[in-house]
C-alpha cells in the first residue's frame, strides 16, 4: 500500500510537469503554448551502434556462419572464433566505402541498436552503452514513445551517410515527427561523435529550408542541444588508430584493428585541427555561380604560426623517418643488399615533428606517403570526404550551435594522450609502425609514458581520457564575456560545500579557471553558465572531475543534472534561468544507503528504512520516502 502511494505521489508530481499549459514567455528559455511532453533524441558515438548482417556468409572452419540480421558489431563469439570471416562483414573499400564482396552491414535502428552492443550475461554490461540513461528515463515515468534513438553507420565519412542512407533527410523527419507527436520540441542528447553528425546536420538543414524559415525550424523542433564529451577540435586517439591501432579492448592485435579502421572514411573524422585555420562556408557555393567541385580555401590566422602546436599542448606526431627511400618503405633484405648504396652515406633516420595543422590538412600522410602503402587512400578520403565536402569542412572549429540552449558537457583531469613517437618497425603493413613513447596530459602538466615531465602548452587541466582538454573546452568560446561560475561536490550534499562566482570575466578564445578551493578527496562538478550575452538563448558548460569518456553517458551524476535540469525548464513556476545548485539530495532508492556510524539511513530528511521481502542488506532496505518527489520542487 505504501509502494503504491510513493508511485502515486510520483504520478501527480510527474502531470504537474508535464502538463497543463505553460506561462508563455519571449525568453528563449521558456516554453509558449501548451506543451504535453518533451522528446529526447538520441545520437550515439563512434563504434556505439549496433551492425547487423544483411547477407549470407559461410565462414571455413568454423560452424558459426553470418545470415541476415546476425550481429556483427558486436559479436564477441564470432569475433574470437572466425575473426577473418568476421573483417569481411566489417570492412569498407577504402575508394568507395562499398561494402566487401562476400559480406553487408548495415545499422540496426531503434533503442536496442545503442543499449547493448553484445547482449549476454556476461558481455552485456561490458557493452552497455545507453542502457542506465534508458532505466533512468523509465524509471521517471517518461513515456515509451519519447526516447528516440537515431543510430547511423558510424563507418561512413557524413556525405555518405546522406548518399547512401538519406541519414540526414531522415533525422529531419525524426524532429519533425516527435513535434507532432509529442506536440513539443525535442532534447538532443548527442555522445562523441554523434556531435559530429549533429553539426553536420544543421550545416546539411541550411539547404532543405529556406533561409528565413531556418532559425523559425530550430526554435520549434529543438529546445536543447546537449554535447556530451565533444572532440570539438579532434582527438589525438585518431592518430593512433590511423597509424598503429586501437583495438578499444577488443581480443584483436592493433594491426588487425589498423586494417579494420583504415577502411572507414569515418577514420579521418576526429583527426586533431587547429582553432586557428578556416574554411570558407561551403554553404554559399550553392548560391553562387561557384562550382560545387571547387576547392575550399583553408586559410590560417597569425596566431597558428606565431603559437607553437596550432594550440595544441604539443606537437601531435613525431615520426621516424627512414634514411633510405624505396617504393616499399621496407623492403626484403635482399633486395637491399642489391641496391647500388656505394654513393649514399650512413645516416640515422629522421626525425619529423608535425603540429595538429599539418595532420588535419595533409602535410603528415604527404611526408610519409613513401614510407606507407595506406596514406595514398587516407589522403584521397581527406580531401574527396572532408576538405571537399560540399556542406561542411568537419575539420574547422565549431561555433556556438544556433540553438536556443546549449549544455556542453565533459570529464576532466584523467591522464589523457596528447602526443606521440613513432618509428618504424621493419614490418610489413599493417604493423609497420611501433609506438616508442607517448605525451599525457594530466592535471595541467605533461608528462612521458617513462614519467619525465615533456615541455609544452599544458592546459589548466587534463581531458577526459580520450579527448585533450583544449578540445574538450573549446565550447567555452561559447560563453560571453560575463561568467557565472559555481563548483558543488558530484555526491549528494547539502550545499555546505557549494562556491559561487557571479560575473566573472572571459576573454573571448581564452579559458576560464574558477578561482575556488578544491578537497582532493571530492570530485567537483563545476558549471559556467551564461543567460545573457545572447539575448533568449542560454549557454552552460559542466565540467565533471574524473569523468571517463566512453563511460560519462553512464554516470549517475550526469543523468540527475540531466534530469533536474530539464524538470527546472519545463516547470512553469521556474525562478531562475539554471537549475539552482544550491543542494543535491537523493532522488531514487538507489541514492539511499545506510549510515553505519549513525546506525541508520543516510538522508534522514528523504530516506527511510523499509525492509522489504528480498532484502539483503541494510542499505537495500533504505528507500525514499513517500512525500520525496515533492523534493523536486526544491529545485525549480
Known amino acids: 500500500m505504501t509502494e503504491g502511494l510513493r508511485h502515486l505521489t510520483f504520478i501527480v508530481a510527474l502531470?504537474?510537469?508535464?502538463?497543463?499549459?505553460?506561462?508563455?514567455?519571449?525568453?528563449?528559455?521558456?516554453?509558449?503554448?501548451?506543451?504535453?511532453?518533451?522528446s529526447g533524441i538520441i545520437i550515439?558515438?563512434?563504434?556505439?551502434?549496433?551492425?547487423?548482417?544483411?547477407?549470407?556468409?559461410?565462414?571455413?572452419?568454423?560452424?558459426?556462419?553470418?545470415?541476415?540480421?546476425?550481429?556483427?558489431?558486436?559479436?564477441?563469439?564470432?569475433?574470437?572464433?572466425?575473426?577473418?570471416?568476421?573483417?569481411?562483414?566489417?570492412?569498407?573499400?577504402?575508394?568507395?566505402?562499398?561494402?566487401?564482396?562476400?559480406?553487408?552491414?548495415?545499422?540496426?535502428s531503434g533503442l536496442s541498436a545503442i543499449t547493448e552492443l553484445d547482449p549476454g550475461y556476461i558481455t552485456g554490461p561490458l557493452s552497455s552503452v545507453w542502457k542506465e540513461w534508458i532505466k533512468w528515463c523509465i524509471e521517471f515515468g517518461i513515456e515509451a514513445n519519447a526516447i528516440i534513438a537515431v543510430p547511423y553507420d558510424w563507418r561512413l565519412a557524413p556525405s555518405m551517410l546522406e548518399e547512401r542512407d538519406l541519414y540526414f533527410h531522415r533525422l529531419k523527419l525524426t524532429f519533425e515527427t516527435a513535434h507532432k507527436l509529442r506536440g513539443g520540441p525535442s532534447i538532443v542528447f548527442a555522445h562523441s561523435l554523434g556531435n559530429y553528425v549533429f553539426r553536420y546536420f544543421l550545416e546539411w538543414l541550411k539547404l532543405e529550408i529556406a533561409p528565413k524559415h531556418y532559425s523559425q525550424w530550430l526554435d520549434d523542433h529543438i529546445h536543447a542541444y546537449f554535447a556530451v564529451g565533444a572532440p570539438l577540435l579532434g582527438a589525438t586517439e585518431t592518430v593512433k588508430a590511423t597509424l598503429f591501432g586501437n583495438t578499444?579492448?577488443?581480443?584483436?592485435?592493433?594491426?588487425?584493428?589498423?586494417?579494420?579502421?583504415?577502411?572507414?572514411?569515418?577514420?579521418?573524422?576526429?583527426?586533431?585541427?587547429?582553432?586557428?585555420?578556416?574554411?570558407?562556408?561551403?554553404?554559399?557555393?550553392?548560391f553562387s555561380r561557384a562550382s560545387r567541385k571547387s576547392h575550399q580555401t583553408y586559410q590560417c590566422e597569425d596566431h597558428e604560426f606565431l603559437l607553437n602546436y596550432s594550440g595544441w599542448p604539443t606537437n601531435i606526431v613525431n615520426i621516424e623517418i627512414p634514411s633510405i627511400r624505396a617504393f616499399d618503405a621496407y623492403p626484403p633484405v635482399t633486395e637491399v643488399a642489391q641496391a647500388n648504396f656505394s654513393s649514399m652515406e650512413c645516416g640515422l633516420p629522421t626525425q619529423l615533428s608535425?603540429?595538429?595543422?599539418?595532420?588535419?590538412?595533409?602535410?603528415?600522410?604527404?611526408?610519409?606517403?613513401?614510407?606507407?602503402?595506406?596514406?595514398?587512400?587516407?589522403?584521397?578520403?581527406?580531401?574527396?570526404?572532408?576538405?571537399?565536402?560540399?556542406?561542411?569542412?568537419?575539420?574547422?572549429?565549431?561555433?556556438?550551435?544556433?540553438?536556443k540552449n546549449v549544455?556542453?558537457?565533459?570529464?576532466?583531469?584523467?591522464?589523457?594522450?596528447?602526443?606521440?613517437?613513432?618509428?618504424?618497425s621493419g614490418k610489413p603493413y599493417p604493423d609497420n609502425w611501433i609506438i616508442t613513447d607517448i605525451i599525457y596530459e594530466l592535471e595541467g602538466s605533461l608528462v612521458s609514458r617513462s614519467g619525465n615531465l615533456v615541455e609544452g602548452n599544458p592546459g589548466a587541466a587534463s581531458g577526459d581520457e580520450t579527448?585533450?582538454?583544449?578540445?574538450?573546452?573549446?565550447?567555452?568560446?561559447?560563453?560571453?564575456?560575463?561568467?557565472?561560475?559555481?563548483?558543488a561536490p558530484q555526491s549528494e550534499h547539502d550545499g555546505s560545500d557549494v562556491q559561487v562566482e557571479l560575473n566573472v570575466e572571459h576573454q573571448h578564445e581564452a579559458d576560464v579557471v574558477p578561482n575556488m578551493t578544491r578537497s582532493p578527496r571530492v570530485?567537483?562538478?563545476?558549471?559556467?553558465?551564461?543567460?545573457?550575452?545572447?539575448?533568449?538563448?542560454?549557454?552552460?558548460?559542466?565540467e565533471l572531475d574524473k569523468a571517463n569518456h566512453r563511460n560519462i553517458v553512464r554516470s549517475p551524476v550526469l543523468m540527475r543534472e540531466l534530469w533536474l535540469q530539464m524538470w527546472h525548464d519545463i516547470h512553469p513556476d521556474k525562478k531562475s534561468e539554471f537549475v539552482t545548485k544550491a543542494k543535491r539530495g537523493p532522488l531514487r532508492d538507489d541514492d539511499c544507503y545506510w549510515d553505519y556510524g549513525k546506525a541508520r539511513c543516510a538522508w534522514p530528511e528523504y530516506c527511510e528504512y523499509r525492509y522489504l521481502f528480498g532484502d539483503v542488506h541494510l542499505g537495500q532496505s533504505c528507500r525514499l520516502k513517500n512525500s520525496s518527489a515533492d523534493t523536486l520542487l526544491h529545485y525549480v
Not at 502538463?19 to 511532453?37: A, I, M, V
Not at 592485435?253 to 577502411?263: C, D, I, P, Q, V
Request: charged share 20%; net charge neutral.
Open 354 to 403: 608535425f603540429s595538429a595543422r599539418e595532420v588535419s590538412d595533409g602535410t603528415f600522410f604527404k611526408a610519409i606517403e613513401a614510407y606507407d602503402s595506406d596514406n595514398k587512400r587516407l589522403l584521397y578520403q581527406l580531401q574527396k570526404s572532408y576538405h571537399g565536402d560540399p556542406i561542411l569542412n568537419p575539420l574547422t572549429p565549431w561555433e556556438r550551435p544556433p540553438i
Open 248 to 286: 578499444f579492448g577488443l581480443p584483436v592485435s592493433e594491426g588487425t584493428a589498423r586494417l579494420m579502421f583504415n577502411s572507414f572514411a569515418s577514420s579521418l573524422w576526429m583527426l586533431p585541427f587547429s582553432k586557428y585555420c578556416t574554411a570558407d562556408n561551403p554553404y554559399w557555393k550553392h
Open 15 to 38: 502531470l504537474i510537469l508535464v502538463g497543463g499549459p505553460r506561462r508563455s514567455s519571449g525568453d528563449g528559455g521558456e516554453f509558449s503554448g501548451d506543451y504535453s511532453k518533451l
Open 44 to 108: 550515439p558515438g563512434f563504434a556505439s551502434t549496433q551492425l547487423r548482417a544483411w547477407s549470407f556468409l559461410d565462414c571455413p572452419y568454423s560452424p558459426l556462419d553470418f545470415n541476415p540480421l546476425d550481429l556483427v558489431w558486436l559479436d564477441s563469439t564470432k569475433l574470437l572464433s572466425a575473426v577473418n570471416c568476421w573483417l569481411k562483414c566489417m570492412l569498407l573499400d577504402p575508394y568507395n566505402q562499398t561494402d566487401h564482396p562476400e559480406c553487408k552491414s548495415r545499422p540496426d
Open 407 to 424: 549544455f556542453c558537457i565533459y570529464g576532466v583531469d584523467l591522464k589523457t594522450e596528447v602526443g606521440y613517437y613513432f618509428a618504424p
Open 523 to 542: 570530485k567537483y562538478i563545476t558549471y559556467y553558465e551564461d543567460s545573457e550575452s545572447i539575448p533568449g538563448k542560454r549557454t552552460a558548460v559542466w
Open 467 to 487: 579527448v585533450p582538454y583544449n578540445s574538450l573546452s573549446l565550447c567555452k568560446n561559447w560563453l560571453g564575456p560575463k561568467v557565472n561560475i559555481t563548483r
